[in-house]
C-alpha cells in the first residue's frame, strides 16, 4: 500500500524568506502522480502544483517548486518570497490509480511578517 | 472554475441521530469522494463513487453509507451518528479525461460536524 508522510507538523518562515516542505512516500509503482495542496485556514483545500513521475523535470508554479527524487521517494515544496497569504495547512498527496490518492498528515506553514 | 458546494459549513448533532451531509459539483465529473480529515492524520477516505449508483469502499468506511443517484450529487450518511465520528468531512470530485486536470481532486469548503 502506498504511503505519505510529512515529517514536519508545523513549519514557519519569515515574510519574503524561501521555505521548503518535505514529503517522503512509499510506493513500488513506476508511473504515479504526486501533488501538493494548500489548506488556508477556513477556506477551500486547492491544488499548488503537481508533478508526474515520468517527467523528470521538477514542476514550476511561479513561486512554488518541487525537488521531485524519483529514487529516493522524495517530493519537497519549495516557496519562495513567502507571502503571508501562504499560511495555511499543505497536504501532500499521491496517486496511483483507481482513484486512490494517499494524503499525508499536513504541515501548517505560519508566515511572519 | 469547478465548483463544489457542501450543504453546511458546521453542523451539531447529538449521538444516535442520522446524519446527512450533502455535496454537489458542477463540471459533470465522473468520480466523486468523502473524506475525514482529523489532525495528525491528513485526509482519509470513507467512499467514494467512479459513476452514478456506483460506490467502492475506502479506508474507513464503518459506521457510513453513501448516495449518488444523480452525477453532480454525492451524499454521505451516517446511520447513527458516534462521537468519535466528531470531524471535518470534506467532499471532492475528479474527472476521467486526460489532459491538465487530469486526476486533480477539486475539494468541496468542508463540514465541521460535531456529534454531543
Known amino acids: 500500500a502506498q504511503t505519505v508522510t510529512q515529517s514536519q507538523p508545523e513549519m514557519s518562515v519569515q515574510e519574503a524568506e524561501t521555505v521548503t516542505l518535505s514529503c517522503t512516500y512509499d510506493t513500488s509503482e513506476s508511473d504515479y502522480y504526486l501533488f501538493w495542496y494548500k489548506q488556508p485556514p477556513s477556506r477551500q483545500m486547492i491544488l499548488v502544483i503537481r508533478q508526474e513521475a515520468y517527467k523528470q523535470q521538477n514542476a514550476t508554479e511561479n513561486r512554488f517548486s518541487v525537488n521531485f527524487q524519483k529514487a529516493a521517494k522524495s517530493f519537497s515544496l519549495k516557496i519562495s518570497d513567502s507571502q503571508l497569504g501562504d499560511a495555511a495547512m499543505y497536504f501532500c498527496a499521491f496517486y496511483y490509480n483507481n482513484n486512490d490518492m494517499r494524503f499525508g498528515a499536513g504541515t501548517r506553514l505560519t508566515v511572519k511578517p | 472554475d469547478v465548483k463544489v458546494t457542501q450543504s453546511s459549513r458546521y453542523l451539531v448533532k447529538r449521538t444516535g441521530e442520522k446524519v446527512f451531509l450533502e455535496c454537489v459539483q458542477d463540471m459533470d465529473h465522473e468520480n466523486m469522494f468523502w473524506y475525514r480529515q482529523d489532525p495528525g492524520l491528513g485526509l482519509r477516505l470513507i467512499y467514494f463513487s467512479y459513476d452514478v449508483k456506483m460506490k467502492e469502499k475506502g479506508d474507513i468506511p464503518e459506521g457510513y453509507s453513501v448516495s449518488r443517484e444523480k452525477k453532480e450529487r454525492f451524499s454521505l450518511i451516517l446511520e447513527s451518528a458516534s462521537t468519535n465520528q466528531t470531524s471535518m468531512y470534506l467532499c471532492?470530485?475528479?474527472?476521467?479525461?486526460?489532459?491538465?486536470?487530469?486526476?486533480?481532486?477539486?475539494f468541496g469548503p468542508g463540514t465541521r460536524l460535531t456529534v454531543l
Open positions: 471532492a470530485s475528479s474527472s476521467d479525461f486526460s489532459g491538465s486536470s487530469y486526476n486533480e481532486q477539486f
